[in-house]
C-alpha cells in the first residue's frame, strides 16, 4: 500500500484534493497551485449565440490546471487511457509498485458510495493508493475527499468497460517555491488584470447586470434532479472556493514574506468568499419566489460590491510590489 494521507480542506475539489496529496507525501505546499485562481470565466450574452443560454452554462470554471500543477508544484500529471479494466489495473500496478498513488477518474453515478450513486453523472476523481484481491474478485482502496478519515473499497467490475482514465503522478527536479513569492504574486495580480480580454472585475460586473435583467430564474434550474446541481450555482460555488484558496495563496506570502498586508489581504478574500456565498443563497431564494425581480436586484448589486471589493485587494496587491520595486524601507 502506498503511504499517503488525505488532505481535508473543505475549498478543494476532487482532483485538487489528490493532488494536494501527492504534494504533502512529497514535502512540497500546494498551496503554490493557487496562484492563478483570480477568475471569473463567463460569456457575456453579446458574444455568439449568449441569449441562448442559460447564464449558468456561460460560466467556465474547473478546479487547477494540470500545467500549473506542474509549473507550480513540480508534479507532472499524465492521463493514461485504458479500454478494459484489465488494461487499467495493469497501469495502476505498475504506478503501485513504485509507490506512487494512481488518480482514477469515475462517474459518481456508478461510484457507491457517492451522494449522486444512480441519481446524476458527475467527473469524480479517486485516489488508488493498494490492490486488494479475494478469491477471484479484485478491488481497489481509494482515496475520497469526501471521506477523508477512511479508505473506500471499488471493485475492478465497478469501472467502465470502454474508457478508463487514470493519472499517473512524477516529481520534478524543482518547483515555484525556488521562485521567489514576489513572482507569484505578479502573477496573480496579471491573471486578476487580464481575463479573456478585460479583467476579472469587469466580468464580475458584467454578469451582475446580466443577472439584473433576467426574466427567468425557473429556465437555470430545467433538466436537474436538484435545484443546487443546476450550473448557475456548481459554478458559483467554485467562484466562492477559488476566493478561499486566493486567501490561502496570500498565507503562503505572508508566511514566507513576513509581510502584515498579506494577511490583512488574506483575510480579505475570506470575507469576499462568504459575500459570493451570501450571492449564491440570494439566487437560490429567487427560485422559490413568485416574483424574483427584487431578490434578483439584490444579488447584483451584491456583485458590483464583490467586484469593488475584489478591485481594492488588486490595487493594494500592485501597491505592495511597487513598493518592493521601489526598494521600499518596509520590504
Known amino acids: 500500500m502506498v503511504s499517503i494521507s488525505a488532505v481535508e480542506d473543505p475549498n478543494l475539489i476532487c482532483s485538487e484534493s489528490l493532488v494536494a496529496a501527492v504534494a504533502k507525501s512529497w514535502g512540497i505546499d500546494y498551496r503554490l497551485m493557487f496562484f492563478r485562481m483570480w477568475s471569473f470565466r463567463y460569456t457575456s450574452a453579446s458574444v455568439g449565440n449568449g441569449t441562448a443560454e442559460t447564464l449558468g452554462a ?29 488494461e487499467a489495473l495493469a497501469t495502476i500496478r505498475s504506478e503501485l509498485n513504485d509507490m506512487r498513488p494512481v488518480g482514477l477518474n469515475i462517474d459518481a453515478f456508478w461510484c457507491p458510495w457517492h451522494p449522486l450513486f444512480g441519481k446524476q453523472h458527475l467527473l469524480h476523481t479517486l ?14 482502496k481509494v482515496m475520497d475527499s469526501l471521506f477523508p478519515n477512511q479508505l473506500q ?18 516529481p520534478l527536479p524543482t518547483n515555484a517555491a525556488e521562485r521567489g513569492w514576489e513572482e507569484l504574486l505578479g502573477e496573480m495580480i496579471k491573471k486578476a488584470e487580464y481575463e479573456d480580454g478585460g479583467s476579472v472585475m469587469e466580468r464580475i460586473r458584467e454578469f451582475a447586470n446580466e443577472v439584473r435583467q433576467l426574466s427567468d430564474i425557473l429556465r437555470e434550474i430545467e433538466g436537474y434532479p436538484y435545484v443546487d446541481a443546476a450550473p448557475l450555482f456548481t459554478e458559483l460555488n467554485m467562484v466562492a472556493l477559488m476566493r478561499n484558496k486566493l486567501s490561502d495563496a496570500l498565507g503562503y506570502v505572508w508566511e514566507c514574506s513576513g509581510k502584515g498586508e498579506m494577511r490583512m489581504f488574506a483575510a480579505e478574500f475570506k470575507r469576499i468568499a462568504k459575500q459570493w456565498e451570501v450571492v449564491q443563497h440570494l439566487l437560490l431564494k429567487s427560485v422559490f419566489l413568485a416574483d424574483a425581480s427584487k431578490v434578483l436586484q439584490l444579488a447584483a448589486k451584491k456583485m458590483e460590491e464583490i467586484a469593488d471589493a475584489e478591485e481594492r485587494v488588486l490595487h493594494g496587491l500592485k501597491k505592495e510590489i511597487e513598493a518592493k520595486d521601489a526598494g521600499a524601507d518596509s520590504w
Open 127 to 140: 485516489g488508488v493508493v493498494d490492490i486488494r484481491e479475494t478469491s477471484g474478485d479484485i478491488s481497489l
Open 153 to 170: 473499497s471499488l471493485p475492478l467490475s465497478a469501472l467502465e468497460k470502454d474508457r478508463i482514465e487514470c493519472l499517473r503522478f512524477a
Open 58 to 86: 456561460r460560466l467556465q470554471h474547473s478546479g487547477c490546471d494540470f500545467t500549473d500543477v506542474e509549473k507550480k508544484l513540480g508534479i507532472r500529471v499524465t492521463h493514461h487511457v485504458s479500454h478494459t479494466p484489465l
